[in-house]
T-cell receptor
Framework: DQQVKQNSPSLSVQEGRISILNCDYT??????FLWYKKYPAEGPTFLIS?????DKNEDGRFTVFLNKSAKHLSLHIVPSQPGDSAVYFC???????????FGKGTRLHILP | DGGITQSPKYLFRKEGQNVTLSCEQN?????MYWYRQDPGQGLRLIYY???????QKGDIAEGYSVSREKKESFPLTVTSAQKNPTAFYLC??????????FGSGTRLTVV
């Protein structure tokens, strides 16, 4: 049973436009969410996180929105740049000190 | 600089052989993890360890073994019982209450 779901395997966005990556979760006990970015043949790097007590967290071009009632979060990248082309993973820890559950990832292509 | 080092970057294994992937961290993190990445499958947890001399199976532990004799080291052995070992393997460590720090990965190919 997938507790963290990223239903779009890939997404293509024009450079300069907004990229929106979506993530749904089923476990209402999750209280903290993370987004990781991964380039081919490299390890994922932490991008941004959000606590369940917030509905928005912003860091430069990256903003994560959380809708707890819908069990949905989204990552907005604006404006999109060529270096943003990567796989993005949505993730949530089972609890603060336990393993982290990852979605299957969304491959973002930024088009020139 | 603190970080996680995985070695080797690329590894080739003949069928029937065991191979060991190295993971070392100098971040003083208690918890360490091994994930496997396959196309379209995301990151799947193989084994994890929250403290020295203790480890737990993840979702796909069959055909793998680990040890945690030192806080800094969490090697993964891919045994001949693993039927489809060709994949990209990622090691991570975690400080209590925070997210993971990942290594740069090892690409294992069976030849």
């Amino acid at each position: 049973d997938q507790q963290v779901k990223q239903n779009s395997p890939s997404l293509s966005v024009q450079e300069g436009r907004i990229s929106i990556l979506n993530c749904d979760y089923t476990n209402s006990m999750f209280d903290y969410f993370l987004w990781y970015k991964k380039y081919p043949a490299e390890g994922p790097t932490f991008l941004i996180s959000i606590s369940s007590i917030k509905d928005k967290n912003e860091d430069g071009r990256f903003t994560v929105f959380l809708n707890k009632s819908a069990k949905h979060l989204s990552l907005h990248i604006v404006p999109s740049q060529p270096g943003d082309s990567a796989v993005y993973f949505c993730a949530a820890p089972i609890n603060r000190d336990d393993k982290i559950i990852f979605g299957k990832g969304t491959r973002l292509h930024i088009l020139p | 600089d603190g970080g996680i080092t995985q070695s080797p970057k690329y590894l080739f294994r003949k069928e029937g052989q065991n191979v060991t992937l190295s993971c070392e961290q100098n971040l003083n993190h208690d918890a360490m993890y091994w994930y496997r990445q396959d196309p379209g499958q995301g990151l799947r947890l193989i084994y994890y360890s929250q403290i020295v001399n203790d480890f737990q199976k993840g979702d796909i532990a069959e055909g793998y073994s680990v040890s945690r004799e030192k806080k800094e080291s969490f090697p993964l052995t891919v045994t001949s019982a693993q039927k489809n070992p060709t994949a990209f393997y990622l090691c991570a460590s975690r400080h209590r209450g925070y997210g993971y720090t990942f290594g740069s990965g090892t690409r294992l190919t069976v030849v």
